[in-house]
């Protein structure tokens, strides 16, 4: 897996109600996996293109320091009390927020951000930091969001190729450590069909076919987690409705990236993107390591099955 495994897990601190939540979500995972939590706070640098004078630009950077400064402490406090006896540290740190957590990523077991952020000394706003971080981070993301309920499952897209094999591993390693039930979802659809086709189809045969990869994804997880109970779902419709629904009663839905390149949208993909923006519940996004990001998403479609999967909009 990408990422330090003995690595602590990091929260995006920016003083808003979202990233205490994300700060009381990590904070029973990091003591759960046996690591420190580590809060960053970043504070970006001084517009270069505002006229100001020195001295009012010093101010305004230093009230904003100051101002991180004491969002870590609240941090802290939240995360002492959601985990007692949890190791805890927190930094400023100068820069932007998403390089700044990226950069944390290298060295990181897990980065955790809130769902929206206040826009103030980081921004941590899903829509800028939040996407960039879960698409460009080393380490697997997890965006903390709607329901928090970690007594429930958890979720999983597959779609049998190296690539989603990386967010296998993290789903079962988090059903390992936190309990509950594993549901794994491969979810196919044929594209740009042509209804005049469809009643020629031998779907019985395709369904068959798609049930074979998702056993093939999931044997070798089930043999180094025996304990771990599997709940197969096998649907052909839309990836991103597919997951959805699943994620209703989850308490995090596993997602793995396409790889990095160099358009955000197609590193994280269509679906991962609705989930982070919609699902019920936290979403982690889990990277392949960089040997396995080989494969592309045409080659990997070819080698594993004759129908177009959705699934892999989510996972590669």
Same mark, same amino acid.
């Given at each position: 897996?990408?990422?330090?495994?003995?690595?602590?897990?990091?929260?995006?601190?920016?003083?808003? *109600?979202?990233?205490?939540? @994300? /700060? %009381?979500? +990590?904070?029973?995972?990091?003591?759960?996996?046996?690591?420190?939590?580590?809060?960053?706070? @970043?504070?970006? #640098?001084?517009?270069? *293109?505002?006229?100001?004078? #020195?001295?009012?630009?010093?101010?305004?950077?230093?009230?904003?320091?100051?101002?991180?400064?004491?969002?870590?402490?609240?941090?802290?406090?939240?995360?002492?009390?959601?985990? $007692?006896?949890?190791?805890?540290?927190?930094?400023?740190?100068?820069?932007?927020? +998403?390089?700044? =957590?990226?950069?944390? &990523?290298?060295?990181?077991?897990?980065?955790?951000? !809130?769902?929206?952020?206040?826009?103030?000394?980081?921004?941590?706003?899903?829509?800028?930091?939040?996407?960039?971080?879960?698409?460009?981070?080393?380490?697997? /993301?997890? /965006?903390?969001?709607?329901?928090?309920?970690?007594? %429930?499952?958890?979720?999983?897209?597959?779609?049998?190729? $190296?690539?989603?094999?990386?967010?296998?591993?993290?789903?079962?390693?988090?059903?390992?450590?936190?309990?509950?039930?594993?549901?794994?979802?491969?979810?196919?659809?044929?594209?740009?069909?042509?209804?005049?086709?469809?009643?020629?189809?031998?779907? *019985?045969?395709?369904?068959?076919?798609?049930?074979?990869?998702?056993?093939?994804?999931?044997?070798?997880?089930?043999?180094?987690?025996?304990?771990?109970?599997?709940?197969?779902?096998?649907?052909?419709?839309?990836? +991103?409705?597919? =997951?959805?629904?699943?994620?209703?009663?989850?308490?995090?839905?596993? /997602? !793995? &990236?396409?790889?990095?390149?160099?358009?955000? !949208?197609?590193?994280?993909?269509?679906?991962?993107?609705?989930?982070?923006?919609?699902?019920?519940? $936290?979403?982690?996004?889990?990277?392949?390591?960089?040997?396995?990001? !080989? $494969?592309?998403?045409?080659?990997?479609?070819?080698?594993?099955?004759?129908?177009?999967?959705?699934?892999?909009?989510?996972?590669?």
């Amino acid at each position: 897996m990408a990422g330090m495994v003995g690595g602590a897990v990091v929260v995006g601190i920016d003083g808003s *109600d979202h990233a205490l939540e @994300a /700060v %009381r979500w +990590a904070a029973p995972e990091a003591r759960g996996r046996g690591v420190r939590l580590r809060l960053v706070a @970043a504070v970006r #640098p001084p517009r270069a *293109d505002l006229v100001l004078p #020195p001295r009012e630009a010093d101010t305004q950077h230093l009230a904003r320091m100051q101002a991180a400064r004491k969002s870590v402490e609240t941090a802290a406090a939240a995360a002492a009390t959601a985990a $007692p006896g949890l190791e805890i540290d927190g930094e400023v740190v100068g820069g932007m927020p +998403a390089a700044v =957590l990226a950069e944390e &990523s290298r060295t990181a077991a897990l980065v955790v951000v !809130g769902n929206r952020g206040r826009g103030g000394f980081t921004g941590l706003l899903l829509g800028s930091v939040g996407l960039t971080l879960a698409a460009e981070a080393t380490c697997p /993301v997890v /965006v903390v969001r709607g329901r928090t309920d970690r007594g %429930r499952g958890v979720v999983v897209g597959v779609d049998g190729t $190296p690539l989603g094999d990386a967010a296998l591993g993290f789903a079962f390693a988090e059903v390992a450590e936190r309990g509950g039930l594993l549901v794994a979802v491969r979810a196919w659809a044929e594209a740009a069909l042509d209804p005049f086709l469809e009643p020629l189809l031998d779907w *019985d045969a395709i369904a068959a076919d798609e049930r074979e990869v998702l056993d093939r994804a999931l044997a070798p997880w089930e043999e180094k987690f025996p304990g771990v109970g599997v709940r197969r779902v096998l649907v052909r419709e839309n990836a +991103a409705k597919a =997951l959805m629904e699943q994620a209703g009663t989850a308490a995090l839905v596993v /997602v !793995g &990236s396409r790889g990095r390149g160099a358009v955000r !949208g197609l590193v994280l993909g269509s679906v991962g993107q609705a989930l982070l923006h919609h699902a019920p519940c $936290p979403v982690a996004v889990v990277h392949a390591p960089v040997a396995a990001e !080989g $494969p592309t998403a045409n080659e990997s479609t070819a080698t594993e099955s004759t129908a177009t999967d959705a699934t892999q909009e989510v996972v590669r």
